[in-house]
Every structure is written in C-alpha cells, then in structure tokens.
C-alpha cells in the first residue's frame, strides 16, 4: 500500500498524464486482485456454489430424459400425424404431452399461438402459468403451458344454450362461430379457465386507433378464413385452442409443438400405441391437471 499512497501523491502534485498513468496502474492492480485468484483455482471456498441443494424447501433437480441417437422428436410426430390421418377421424385421439422438466418459460408458444391464429388482445390460447415453490430467498420455479384441455368429459358442451360447443369423434372440443351467441356460460363451466370472449379490440386501438395491417388478416381456424375486420365472426363469440384442426388435418404439426425452443411439447394420436405421445403417456411420471374433477384431460404433464 505503500507504493500506492506514494502514487497517489505523485498523482494529485503532477499533471494530467501523471494522474492518467496512476489511475491506469491502480485500475490494473485492482484488476489483477481480483482475477488472478480466479484463474489460479484459489477461490474462497464462501463463494463457491454448492453442490447439492441444502434448503428442504426448494423442489428437487429433475432427471431429464436422455436423448435417442439419431431420431428427431418432430420427424417422428409428423410421421405419427400422417400414420393417423389415414384412419377414420372416430379411430384418433388426439393427444398433447407437456414435459414440465424442459420448459423453460420463453412463451415461444404462446407468440406462435397469436401469430398463428391471428388472437386478438385479451384472447390467448396459451398461456403460460408460473408455479413458485419455498421461501425467499429460497425459490425454484416451474413454468406450465396451459392450453385447452380437451377434455374426454368436458362441461363447456351442455351447458351450451344453442349447441354451439361440441366434442368432435377424434376428442377435440371445437367452437361452431356461426351459431355461438356470445353467452358466455361455457366460460364460466370450464374449470380451467381455459375459453376467451373475443371484445373486438385491436392492438392498434391503443396505438392512435389506427388498426395495422397484419390485424386485419383473417384467422384461418376450423378451415376457415375469419375476417374481424368486418365485425363478424369470431368477434362477439367465445375462442379456445382447438390444437390448430386447420393445420393437423393438412399434416402439419401445431403451432406451439413446432415453435418450442426445449422440445417439451408433443403431439399425436394416442390411440396409436406406435406413437411417441403413447410412449411418453405410459411414463410414471405423468400428471394431468385437475383430474379430481372427472372430466379426463387430453394433455399430459411429465414432471
């Protein structure tokens, strides 16, 4: 410290290129205190992250599943996609697995959902719920997508005043536009909180009320070209994720499967044993949300 003060001296009685070349070595010392012990392996053991998880609070590491050499998961569900498509629509069950281990919370499926459907604000197909475990400081968190459910016994479908709400042969709960009055009750029947009322907004109404064009392009859903911009249809009525019917009956994989960045979304038929759906279904490790009520979901959670 000694040489230091007699530079720092030297520094404030001399010019400006004496202080430049103190602060210059002082910056380089400070520098050097700091990493040299970091690059000679002489850490404090204080500072070091533990090996294991020492607070009971906290959930523990997941094991993931390792990866099969050579096969990709999305050739394989376009492969299961297309194997079904071939059956009659009564002989598919369409299924969706979720492994709750690889989601890493980034919405990608979410945005590709929007985009996808051309979703209005206030409407979202799926949504991404955050789950907080143990006290703080001492917290994990676990990230579960939440699209509908599809479920085998769903109570949207009686409650529907004009039957615009149904289960189709192959398990998907779909929305009929056309005969939906806007009523509402098969929202207040889902126990998952999982339909939408579709106002009429515009993203562009908070922007200067202009409507951009990309809000004005029609939604493709149910094999149809929805066009909002002319006050029909689906504004006025109730909207859900459908598994993107447009896209699965054209061999294409769903939105949200194809745009998950951790591939911990599945897709396929789990009425055919050979699909990987079927396989990841028959794990141990399976939960499905809110099976209590009965109503037997049609999406899996690996956890």
Not at 158 to 176: E, H, L, Q
Not at 218 to 227: F, L, S, V
């Amino acid at each position: 410290m000694a040489k230091d003060d007699d530079l720092l001296r030297e520094a404030l009685a001399g010019d400006e290129t004496s202080r430049r070349s103190f602060l210059g070595k002082f910056a380089g010392g400070v520098f050097a205190g700091l990493v040299a012990p970091a690059l000679i392996g002489e850490v404090r053991a204080a500072h070091a992250a533990p090996d294991t998880q020492e607070q009971p609070d906290l959930a523990p590491l997941p094991d993931l599943p390792e990866a099969i050499e050579g096969e990709h998961p999305v050739v394989r569900m376009m492969e299961d996609l297309r194997r079904a498509l071939q059956k009659p629509m009564a002989e598919r069950k369409w299924a969706m697995v979720i492994d709750l281990r690889k989601c890493t919370g980034c919405n990608g499926c979410n945005i590709s959902c929007v985009t996808e459907n051309k979703l209005p604000p206030g409407v979202t197909y799926r949504p991404v719920m955050t789950e907080t475990q143990g006290t703080y400081p001492h917290v994990s968190r676990r990230f579960v997508p939440r699209p509908c459910l599809q479920c085998e016994d769903p109570p949207c479908v009686p409650v529907c005043p004009v039957r615009a709400t149904y289960k189709r042969a192959d398990g998907i709960t779909v929305i009929d536009y056309e005969r939906c009055i806007g009523c509402r009750y098969c929202m207040t029947a889902c126990p998952y909180s999982a339909r939408y009322f579709d106002f009429g907004r515009f993203y562009g109404d908070n922007e200067g009320g202009e409507r951009q064009p990309y809000e004005l392009l029609p939604t493709p859903e149910y094999r149809k070209n929805y066009d909002r911009a002319e006050g029909g249809s689906p504004i006025g009525n109730v909207r859900k994720c459908h598994f993107c019917i447009h896209r699965i009956e054209h061999g294409e994989l769903p939105a949200c499967v194809l745009s998950c960045m951790g591939r911990a979304t599945y897709f396929g038929d789990m009425n055919d044993p050979a699909s990987l759906v079927s396989e990841l279904i028959a794990q141990p490790n399976v939960m499905r949300l809110k099976e209590e009520l009965g109503t037997d979901p049609k999406v899996f959670y690996l956890v």
